[in-house]
């Protein structure tokens, strides 16, 4: 089975997110494992989480049914217009063409979606008006960062650790959910602790947060990144407040493939000081571990 490149494996997971609105996963006339069945293609809809499951569809299309893959689309295309009509939020004219200007990184052009009556049909948005896109970035009102670094902040007062480790989880679920990236709180798996989940860019992150005296360590890191390579789209993002002891990234440098990142709570306060957004952080880390295979490399080293 030949594997995607990395432009195709890029415009899979940006396909993913915007025509993540366009079916639901469960719980409708028409859903997404419903489309996929159409082409025999249920097998490759995992389940869980949406995004990551139309992710996980998408790319193996196309590394094992690229014939298959335009059929899809613009079937998915064809009922989502349906279900958002009946949700009062009708496909727009831009994200058409938005669908449009992906697929073709993939060498793709499909007629039915570059028809002009077809397009000429669909309502438009104000430019000015019209929110911002899966590929703008997203903005966190000021007002609500302030609230979550007096949050943050008091945590250092907390003595009693128990309180102050519950503090910093329900901590950091709202701060990766007013950054929009919906979070799932502590849950266990197979009798593993793992703090919460967000989803960014196409990938499901695994989160386990430290709040100790002592700096993480290898071994720790090491624990997170195999519970990160379970599926092909999950990573790792440990935070650790005190840092990271100076053996823990060349240590991860060794063997399996690099999915984890690491923050500080220096990186933290960065962020909380609006030094840097989240995001941008994210996209920092994540090129930095690709580059170099380091999991940790504090915010204040980095470049945007």
């Given amino acids: 089975m030949p594997r995607l490149s990395m432009v195709e494996a890029q415009a899979a997971a940006e396909l993913a997110q915007l025509l993540y609105d366009f079916l639901p996963g469960t719980f409708s006339s028409v859903t997404w494992p419903d489309v996929a069945a159409r082409f025999c293609l249920e097998r490759y809809w995992p389940g869980g989480s949406k995004l990551p499951a139309i992710t996980h569809l998408l790319r193996n299309t196309l590394e094992s049914h690229r014939n298959r893959?335009?059929?899809?689309?613009?079937v998915v295309v064809q009922e989502g217009m349906a279900y958002r009509l009946k949700k009062h939020n009708p496909v727009k004219r831009e994200e058409i063409d938005e669908i449009n200007r992906i697929v073709l990184k993939l060498q793709f052009k499909i007629p039915e979606l570059h028809d002009p009556v077809f397009l000429g049909g669909l309502p438009s948005t104000d430019a000015g008006a019209r929110q911002a896109s899966s590929r703008a970035?997203?903005?966190?009102p000021e007002s609500e960062i302030e609230k979550l670094k007096k949050r943050f902040l008091a945590l250092f007062s907390e003595p009693d650790s128990q309180k102050r480790g519950f503090a910093f989880e329900g901590f950091l679920n709202d701060f990766f959910l007013v950054h929009g990236l919906d979070p799932h709180g502590s849950f266990k798996v197979a009798g593993e602790q793992i703090d919460?989940?967000?989803?960014?860019n196409g990938s499901t992150f695994l989160v386990e947060a430290r709040w100790r005296k002592k700096e993480a360590n290898a071994?720790?890191?090491?624990?997170?990144?195999?519970?990160?390579?379970?599926s092909e789209w999950t990573r790792g993002l440990f935070i650790s407040i005190n840092g990271f002891s100076d053996l823990a990234s060349p240590t991860l440098q060794i063997g399996r493939k690099a999915n984890?990142?690491?923050m500080s709570g220096q990186d933290l306060i960065l962020i909380l000081e609006r030094h840097w957004t989240l995001h941008d952080a994210l996209r920092?880390?994540?090129?930095?571990t690709g580059e170099t295979a380091e999991a940790f490399k504090p915010l204040a080293e980095l470049t945007k």
């Fill in 196 to 200: 919460g989940t967000f989803e960014w």
């Fill in 219 to 230: 071994a720790d890191l090491l624990v997170l990144r195999g519970k990160a390579e379970k």
């Fill in 137 to 140: 970035v997203f903005s966190v």
């Fill in 260 to 262: 984890l990142i690491a």
């Fill in 284 to 288: 920092a880390k994540l090129r930095h």
């Fill in 69 to 74: 893959f335009c059929d899809l689309i613009v």
